[in-house]
T-cell receptor, first 115, second 109 residues
Framework: ETGVTQTPRHLVMGMTNKKSLKCEQHLGHNAMYWYKQSAKKPLELMFVYNFKEQTENNSVPSRFSPECPNSSHLFLHLHTLQPEDSALYLC??????????????FGAGSRLTVL | GQNIDQPTEMTATEGAIVQINCTYQTSGFNGLFWYQQHAGEAPTFLSYNVLDGLEEKGRFSSFLSRSKGYSYLLLKELQMKDSASYLCAVRESNYQLIWGAGTKLIIKP
């Protein structure tokens, strides 16, 4: 247990479904991140929230929609996904985006399969 | 352009030493990180280098040469539990993190 909890750990959905991924941290961190991890590829940053404000949106398709209701919770809403969106989605948190070493604490990820 | 290179896979023997290299070309430099990720688990922080030289932390050490755009992670007295992927990441001047694709380390008895 790293202090960052992601649910569900596994999700299978059809292309017409709507689902959400949830991330929760109780580390007192102010920055939260969504990353996509595909096999043998670098981590892809999707979204960043710093003090609940979205600071990064790395050209992510609109079928992915983030929500950050408070500093401890982060959601990724999914709708009309494509099979190529199948991947491990990692949530991370850090003290804040611009501070010091800004070490990330990751959750174990949500393994998404789109049929 | 931005690029991080590290070997895709390495194999080493239990009890031995292994060095995982990482070379980078980025827009500015504000630190280099190594993370460990066991299969099906969260990446966990191993080390952070911002100045040239060697940082030692138990069986693991990390080296940085900013002039050469080069780092390595050195693992000594390898144990079976060290079988994992090792991710190199560079923080650019704008605080963006650029990640390598990771090195899968296989430890054999």
């Amino acid at each position: 247990e790293t202090g960052v909890t992601q649910t569900p750990r596994h999700l299978v959905m059809g292309m017409t479904n709507k689902k959400s991924l949830k991330c929760e941290q109780h580390l007192g961190h102010n920055a939260m991140y969504w990353y996509k991890q595909s096999a043998k590829k670098p981590l892809e940053l999707m979204f960043v929230y710093n003090f609940k404000e979205q600071t990064e949106n790395n050209s992510v398709p609109s079928r992915f929609s983030p929500e950050c209701p408070n500093s401890s919770h982060l959601f990724l809403h999914l709708h009309t996904l494509q099979p190529e969106d199948s991947a491990l989605y990692l949530c991370a948190s850090s003290q804040d985006q611009g501070s010091g070493a800004n070490v990330l604490t990751f959750g174990a990820g949500s393994r998404l399969t789109v049929l | 352009g931005q690029n991080i290179d590290q070997p895709t896979e390495m194999t080493a023997t239990e009890g031995a030493i292994v060095q995982i290299n990482c070379t980078y070309q980025t827009s500015g430099f504000n630190g280099l990180f190594w993370y460990q990720q066991h299969a099906g688990e969260a990446p966990t922080f191993l080390s952070y280098n911002v100045l040239d030289g060697l940082e030692e932390k138990g069986r693991f050490s990390s080296f940085l040469s900013r002039s050469k755009g080069y780092s390595y992670l050195l693992l000594k007295e390898l144990q079976m539990k060290d079988s994992a992927s090792y991710l190199c990441a560079v923080r650019e001047s704008n605080y963006q993190l650029i990640w390598g694709a990771g090195t899968k380390l296989i430890i054999k008895p």
